[in-house]
């Protein structure tokens, strides 16, 4: 069973859990957007020898929200990530990260690379980026969905069942195991049925995103050993921008693995394979 830890950090809470004895290999692994720590509950027992603490990003799982009124831009996750690396009392580590996770850790890679050691990214290579010309429609499309008020009411189920059936129809085709897996760290028993734990603010519309040519200038400062796996039937990338990203990156290895999008989750056993062997470390059988 992993570890639950409560970590201090000047945004309040980072909740996380952690495999492996103390004086393992130290590993940050980063879930997406609205998933959270469990993401790699299936993968982390199959990699022993690391000491793979999986983080709740504010505003998900058990972290701490924003206060009312503030939403979660996308670079504020790197100050957060320096911020957990300080309360662990690490001063190197490896990176791993799944879709959001992965454009953060990857920018993050970017921004600080003497401090990280490897980096792993599933499903992930930087952010969502966007034309500059965009942003005086994204800024007030995100200024009118935090006016409404529905945008930040979380929804009420009537029962866990429905959010399970919601979740198989729509999540990347992931199996039911895996959504089990989310939902029993990502609902909250409320009055009325139950919600998610998530805070409702991180569905509103990014206030501004990157350009393009920004994302490669940080792909193009990582200087870590760097794994890209992607599933067979995952998330598509529009061919010219993954090549550019891709070529950014010198020297990253790239693999196509069995699975969707939430690869480490649905077939754990080859992405520890290809992990395990990145990250120089023995791969364990779990039944």
């Known amino acids: 069973m992993p570890e639950e830890l409560r970590l201090s950090v000047p945004w309040g809470t980072a909740a ?14 980063v ?12 993968l982390a027992p199959r990699l022993p020898g690391l000491r793979l603490v999986a983080l709740d990003l504010p505003g998900h799982g058990h972290s701490s929200h924003a206060p009312p009124g503030v939403l979660y831009p ?7 990530l320096h911020q957990v690396l300080a309360a662990l009392g690490w001063a190197r580590v490896s990176l791993m990260g799944h879709s959001l996770g992965a454009g953060v850790t990857s920018i993050f890679a970017g921004t600080f690379p003497d401090l990280v050691e490897r980096l ?20 007030a499309k995100s200024v009118l969905e935090q006016a409404d008020k529905h945008a930040r009411d979380p929804a ?21 195991a895996s959504v089990a897996t989310l939902l029993d760290r990502g609902l909250v028993e409320v009055e009325g ?19 393009e040519p920004q994302v490669l200038a940080f792909l193009g400062a990582i200087a870590c050993p760097t794994l890209l796996l992607r599933g067979d039937s995952g998330y598509s990338f529009v061919p010219d921008v993954a090549s550019a990203r891709v070529e950014a ?22 992405a520890a394979a ?7 470390t023995e791969v364990v059988e779990v039944s």
């Open 16 to 29: 996380a859990r952690a495999w492996g004895p103390p004086d393992g290999t130290p590993v940050l692994a």
């Open 31 to 42: 879930h997406g957007w609205l998933d959270n720590a469990a993401s790699f509950d299936h």
């Open 193 to 211: 049925g139950v919600s998610w734990r998530s805070d409702a603010a991180l569905r509103i519309a990014s206030r501004l995103r990157l350009s």
């Open 156 to 176: 009420v189920y009537a029962s866990r069942e429905i959010v399970e059936r919601r979740l198989l129809a729509t999540a990347s085709k992931m199996k039911p």
């Open 274 to 280: 290809a992990i395990g062997s990145f990250l120089q």
């Open 120 to 139: 792993v990214l599933i499903e992930g290579l930087g952010p969502l980026s966007e034309a500059p010309k965009h942003g005086p429609e994204r800024l």
């Open 249 to 270: 990156v010198s020297g990253l290895q790239v693999q196509t693995l069995p699975g969707g999008h939430h690869l480490h989750l649905d077939h754990p056993e080859p």
């Open 74 to 80: 996308f670079l504020d996750y790197i100050p957060a």
